[in-house]
């Protein structure tokens, strides 16, 4: 009886408890606060601003809770080590409620210089893998050679040359009289070395690089009901020696691929849509990805510009991106 006593304490023990929910609110909250109840109630009591701050107090098991206010979380996520991790029973959950976690930044009208014709420029922080956004929709994008292409671009086009992005007016318009936004922050949300989290009801738009890059190391790491859209490389990168699954999500209008996998990782598709609009829908260097069951296969292909062409399953939809 003793040892059964003594076995039973241990397995109590033992046993994971979620520590609580921390709640996310960019209008309401406010990072002093404690995040541990959803409306402010004074003396530092209510959610926090910003998810950054509650991934940085967060604990293993925790739970992030994000209003969708209507109004985008522009900041860049960090989610990395044992503290953003979870178990098997109880996964580190970001639930959010279909919020947006956005990666651009208005395009100072000072900043355009005039090149020729209708043409306008200016450098963007990033020099690669950009995006421009019209009117809060990725713009049409085409791919030139050299600025000696120029004449190409059609109103409303736009093109990244040498680092710079080109884009084409409509005659008697300046590029100030439009809505034009640019990818400013790097990508949107990088795992690394997590066990046991979900990511839940969240788009992710607008980064230079990837829209959530599973770095390495990620374990049970659960994507559902993630739309990433334009951002300037991928929707959805996997690396290392990962394992991911994206559940009934939809990635699309990304600048080269919608989902790419690399070194020893595997991801599992199941019930996702990935739009060839405007790239393909894999690119597969090494690593597994599984659609609905079905292993994608990876042949070799040209490279164009420097970038190795992705690849894309028979069979994989192709019409635009709508949201």
């Given at each position: 009886m003793r040892q059964f006593a003594i076995a039973l304490l241990l397995i109590l023990v033992a046993r994971p408890a979620r520590c609580g929910d921390i709640f996310v609110n960019n209008v309401q909250g406010d990072d002093r606060n404690t995040g541990r109840i959803s409306n402010p109630e004074g003396?530092?009591?209510?959610?926090?601003?910003?998810?950054?701050?509650?991934?940085?107090?967060?604990?293993?098991g925790d739970r992030?809770?994000?209003?969708?206010?209507?109004?985008p979380y522009r900041e860049s996520l960090s989610i990395q080590g044992g503290r953003n991790s979870g178990w098997d029973s109880y996964p580190f959950t970001i639930q959010g409620n279909g919020a947006i976690l956005d990666g651009r930044a208005t395009v100072p009208v000072d900043a355009w210089k005039h090149v020729q014709e209708d043409v306008y420029c200016f450098a963007p922080i990033y020099k690669t893998y950009q995006q421009l956004?019209?009117?809060?929709?990725?713009a049409k994008r085409v791919d030139l050679n050299s600025r000696d292409e120029l004449d190409r671009l059609k109103p409303l086009e736009w093109s990244l040359v040498d680092g710079?992005?080109?884009?084409?007016?409509?005659?008697?318009?300046?590029?100030g009289s439009y809505s034009l936004t640019?990818?400013?922050?790097?990508?949107?949300?990088?795992?690394?070395?997590?066990?046991?989290?979900?990511?839940?009801?969240?788009?992710?738009?607008?980064?230079?690089?990837?829209?959530?890059?599973?770095?390495?190391?990620?374990?049970?790491?659960?994507?559902?009901?993630?739309?990433?859209?334009g951002n300037g490389r991928s929707g959805v990168s996997v690396g290392g020696a990962s394992r991911v699954?994206?559940?009934?999500?939809?990635?699309?209008?990304?600048?080269?691929?919608q989902l790419r996998g690399e070194g020893f990782s595997k991801t599992t598709v199941i019930d996702s849509t990935l739009l060839e609009n405007p790239a393909p829908a894999t690119f597969i260097d090494d690593a597994q990805i599984q659609i609905d069951g079905k292993e994608v296969k990876s042949l070799p292909e040209p490279?164009?510009?420097?970038?190795?062409?992705?690849?894309?399953?028979?069979?994989?939809?192709?019409?635009p991106l709508r949201r």
């Open positions: 003396a530092g009591s209510g959610p926090i601003a910003t998810i950054s701050k509650a991934l940085r107090i967060a604990n293993k992030i809770i994000i209003s969708n206010t209507g109004v956004y019209l009117e809060d929709r990725p710079m992005i080109f884009f084409r007016t409509e005659e008697t318009r300046g590029p640019f990818s400013a922050r790097r990508t949107g949300i990088t795992l690394y070395e997590v066990r046991h989290i979900q990511i839940m009801d969240l788009t992710v738009q607008g980064f230079q690089l990837d829209g959530i890059n599973a770095h390495s190391n990620c374990s049970d790491t659960q994507l559902i009901a993630i739309t990433s859209r699954m994206l559940a009934k999500s939809l990635l699309g209008d990304n600048g080269t691929v490279q164009t510009a420097g970038i190795p062409r992705p690849l894309t399953p028979p069979g994989a939809p192709a019409s």
